[in-house]
């Protein structure tokens, strides 16, 4: 996915407020994706759900690491405490990411598809297909980067398989279950 137009982020309060779709280690196959609200980060992932998280401990673990993060900024068509209600709802009818099952982007579309009543965003199948879609029904209203190499305002994001979201969801798995016996 070749994205256009992507503006670096230099503070946090240039993300602190509004609607984010968050795709961390941008880079990666496939990228951890979260939505934030407000600064407050709302997840599911092999660990289980994590709804309110701090957008400021996100941004420090990044900057202090390097860590590759890309920002959709997206038109609510409600307001945020429905966006995040709803947010919350749906993240809890998940208990963790479960390989060939539930990845981190099924509450995300979910929510997403749900508060703009599109169907092509709820089934969307990878998070380069639901950005696209809302890119092009004018949805996503500006996209930032920080750690993350443009080329005069130009980014690509790796596109992938459903086979390598489940590899990925194992070897996490593995590596969890590893820090556990720690």
Known sequence: MILKNVQSVKRLDQINAGAFVVLYQALRVPPHILLCFDGRLYSLSIAGKFPKQSLKALWRNA??????LVFFKWK????IEHAEELATRVLNQYDRVIPYRTTCLDPIRETIGTLHNVDQIRKAPFIFTMLSDMMKRGIISEVLELNCSTNKGTLRLPEYQAADVADAAVKAIEAFKQRQKV
């Open 63 to 68: 900057t202090i690491k390097n860590v590759p």
């Open 76 to 79: 609510l068509p409600t307001s």
